[in-house]
């Protein structure tokens, strides 16, 4: 996301030499120096045989700020760039021609991409977003799944996401209490990436405070179990979940 506008990953910046890499100020306020990029990401993923999940970025940064709609179409191009790089044909696509000269001319798999990430802090500019950067990608790639950040129906969004991705940070009863979270949701053709989860607090009314409040420095056996219920839940409901993170798992 960037904490500012300026500040936000773009794919372009993170290829090629390493020492023409810029970098960029992360969005937990160190420096990324970009020597993990887009590239060794997929990399990452085809050696360990895994399916990326990738996204872009849409218009939003941690400073609560949102690009006005007029202003969206040069970063609708970068993310169109962006998936090109990966799965494109380098003989009719300028990014997928540069994945090549990188050592890469194979497409790479993908069939999921999220638009933006928890830009349900954006209540009212993600609505302009995900209807503008969906209705472009979808013509563009219309073989990819799209996935939306924002509360599951609420409200509706246009076009009507078919995948969720839903965080949650909670305490130890929360969890417990939510092993059953997903029983009830409908089977209509809608699925769920539960993409962040973690028990991060003792106290349910400052969960995001201080330790000194009850915020957790590190995991611990309570929690673990609690994530353990929680977990029961989602692979019971493996049907319409098709995916979990644990947070953070790999930062």
Same mark, same amino acid.
């Given at each position: 996301?960037?904490?500012?506008?300026?500040?936000?990953?773009?794919?372009?910046?993170?290829?090629?030499?390493?020492?023409?890499?810029?970098?960029?100020?992360?969005?937990?306020?160190?420096?990324?120096?970009?020597?993990?990029?887009?590239? %060794?990401?997929?990399?990452?993923?085809?050696?360990?045989?895994?399916?990326?999940?990738?996204?872009?970025?849409?218009?939003?940064?941690?400073?609560?700020?949102?690009?006005?709609?007029? %202003?969206?179409?040069?970063?609708?191009?970068?993310?169109?760039?962006?998936?090109?790089?990966?799965?494109?044909?380098?003989?009719?696509?300028?990014?997928?021609?540069?994945?090549?000269?990188?050592?890469?001319?194979?497409?790479?798999?993908?069939?999921?991409?999220?638009?933006?990430?928890?830009?349900?802090?954006?209540? %009212?500019?993600?609505?302009?977003?995900?209807?503008?950067?969906?209705?472009?990608?979808?013509?563009?790639?219309?073989?990819?799944?799209?996935?939306?950040?924002?509360?599951?129906?609420?409200?509706?969004?246009?076009?009507?996401?078919?995948?969720?991705?839903?965080?949650?940070?909670?305490?130890?009863?929360?969890?417990?209490?939510?092993?059953?979270?997903?029983?009830?949701?409908?089977?209509?053709?809608?699925?769920?990436?539960?993409?962040?989860?973690?028990?991060?607090?003792?106290?349910?009314?400052?969960?995001?405070?201080?330790?000194?409040?009850?915020?957790?420095?590190?995991?611990?056996?309570?929690?673990?179990?609690?994530?353990?219920?929680?977990?029961?839940?989602?692979?019971?409901?493996?049907?319409?979940?098709?995916?979990?993170?644990?947070?953070?798992?790999?930062?």
């Amino acid at each position: 996301q960037g904490q500012s506008f300026s500040t936000c990953w773009q794919w372009n910046a993170t290829v090629g030499k390493l020492i023409d890499r810029p970098g960029r100020v992360g969005d937990w306020g160190y420096i990324n120096t970009h020597s993990l990029g887009l590239l %060794e990401y997929m990399y990452l993923c085809e050696d360990m045989e895994m399916e990326p999940i990738m996204a872009v970025w849409a218009g939003y940064s941690l400073n609560r700020a949102s690009l006005p709609e007029n %202003e969206l179409a040069p970063y609708i191009q970068q993310a169109i760039d962006q998936i090109n790089f990966v799965i494109r044909n380098p003989a009719t696509s300028e990014p997928a021609a540069l994945c090549a000269s990188l050592g890469h001319p194979e497409p790479f798999p993908l069939q999921y991409v999220e638009i933006g990430n928890e830009d349900f802090f954006a209540s %009212e500019s993600y609505i302009y977003c995900w209807r503008d950067f969906v209705g472009n990608l979808m013509a563009t790639f219309p073989q990819l799944k799209f996935i939306t950040t924002w509360y599951p129906f609420d409200p509706i969004l246009i076009p009507i996401p078919k995948q969720y991705d839903n965080h949650v940070y909670q305490t130890p009863g929360w969890f417990t209490e939510n092993a059953f979270y997903y029983d009830s949701f409908q089977r209509n053709g809608t699925y769920y990436f539960e993409g962040e989860y973690a028990v991060i607090s003792t106290n349910a009314s400052d969960i995001f405070g201080t330790p000194a409040n009850r915020r957790l420095v590190y995991p611990d056996t309570q929690g673990s179990s609690a994530e353990a219920a929680f977990m029961t839940g989602l692979e019971r409901n493996s049907d319409i979940v098709f995916a979990a993170l644990y947070a953070p798992l790999l930062m």
